[in-house]
């Protein structure tokens, strides 16, 4: 099977995102965008608004470092078990259409699959005993065993360092165009923008990179959306 210039033989590694890609980022939008917010206000006495508007610059403060996905860190900061109320939601975590049919997929062809993820351990573990997504796979690796966020130059010759992939002979998937355009520096040969990242939103294809909207194209060999 060829799409937009590889064929699945020049592949040897498939690196993942895990959510907005394979999981359904509506959770994680929930999460921090709506429920946090609402539970911060009725601890600090504030309107929705306020505490909303409080919890965006304080997410903006550590945007791009290990901090701003560590949900210990969050505990601490917002004086919330954020990891307890994760396991309390955890009915909202799930695949996106199509994602275990990809992976068994790639199994079938015989990949080496791994897990990229920005995500903190307590969250990644949350997401893997309710979904069952390291079945699926041969590692996750978080951004806390690399040292760097995926979206850091840093980030990709350590992650090169610990799996030991060919960047000419991988393929990285991910729905954050950071993350992307720091694989494309480094040298990742095949990048996939992931445009559906949440089952609620619509879909947000970017001009730089191929953009699915599904997992169909990587299946069947459908047309993805172009850059213009």
Not at 117 to 146: C, M, S
Not at 148 to 168: I, N, Q, S, T, V
Not at 174 to 194: K, N, P, T, Y
């Amino acid at each position: 099977m060829t799409i937009d210039g590889f064929s699945w033989n020049q592949i040897d590694d498939v690196l993942l995102d895990m959510d907005g890609t394979l999981l359904d980022r509506h959770f994680d939008n929930f999460f921090f965008e709506e429920e946090l917010p609402r539970r911060y206000a009725r601890l600090h006495g504030l309107s929705f608004d306020e505490s909303r508007s409080r919890l965006m610059t304080m997410y903006r403060s550590v945007e791009g470092e290990l901090a701003w996905t560590d949900l210990h860190y969050w505990t601490d900061r917002v004086g919330l078990d954020v990891v307890a109320m994760h396991k309390e939601l955890d009915h909202m975590i799930g695949f996106l259409p199509g994602a275990e049919e990809f992976l068994r997929y790639l199994r079938a062809l015989g990949k080496r699959v791994t897990i990229v993820t920005n995500a903190h351990e307590a969250g990644v573990a949350i997401k893997t005993a309710k979904t069952g997504l390291d079945r699926h796979v041969d590692r996750i690796v978080d951004a806390f065993e690399v040292g760097y966020l995926k979206m850091r130059p840093e980030y990709w010759p350590k992650c090169r360092h610990l799996l030991g992939f060919d960047p000419a002979r991988a393929l990285f998937m991910d729905d954050d165009e950071g993350c992307l355009m720091a694989a494309q520096q480094f040298g990742v040969a095949h990048l996939i923008h992931s445009a559906k990242s949440s089952s609620q939103l619509p879909p947000t294809p970017l001009a730089r990179f191929f953009s699915v909207t599904g997992f169909c194209p990587l299946l069947n060999g459908h047309p993805v959306i172009r850059p213009e």
